[in-house]
């Protein structure tokens, strides 16, 4: 049974940072693409970033290039996401998501397999 587990959202000032952890139980991140959502009240689910299988190539959202950086650690069988410079706009919860292809894009079809979220609220 494939899990994914994310955690250490929360409150954060904004130009604050947060480092998001997802906890993969199931399949091998190395072995997946691997990425980022967020979901916006009243908005649709969007990718932030991605990671490809094995080789590493990352894509990020043109919102959060140079302020956010996915990676992972193959040896834990972990991703992340590092964010800095947080904006309210950045405000939303995030999901972790995998699919056994190559690459993962922006669209949620193509995700086979979720995290149950954890919430970020960027506020002063």
């Known amino acids: 049974q494939v899990q994914l587990i994310e955690s250490g959202g929360g409150l954060v000032q904004p130009g604050g940072s947060l480092r998001l952890s997802c906890a993969a139980s199931?399949?091998?991140?190395?072995?997946?693409?691997m990425g980022w959502f967020r979901q916006a009240p009243g908005k649709e689910r969007e990718i932030v970033a991605a990671l490809s299988r094995a080789g590493g190539i990352t894509d990020y959202a043109d919102a959060v290039k140079g302020r956010f950086t996915i990676f992972r650690d193959n040896a834990n069988n972990m991703v992340y996401l590092q964010m800095i410079s947080l904006k309210p706009e950045d405000t939303a919860v995030y999901y972790c998501?995998?699919?056994?292809?190559?690459?993962?894009?922006?669209?949620?079809?193509?995700?086979?397999?979720w995290g149950q979220g954890t919430q970020v609220t960027v506020s002063s």
């Open positions: 199931g399949l091998s991140v190395r072995n997946n693409a």
């Open positions: 998501a995998a699919r056994s292809g190559y690459k993962l894009g922006a669209r949620t079809g193509d995700v086979d397999y």
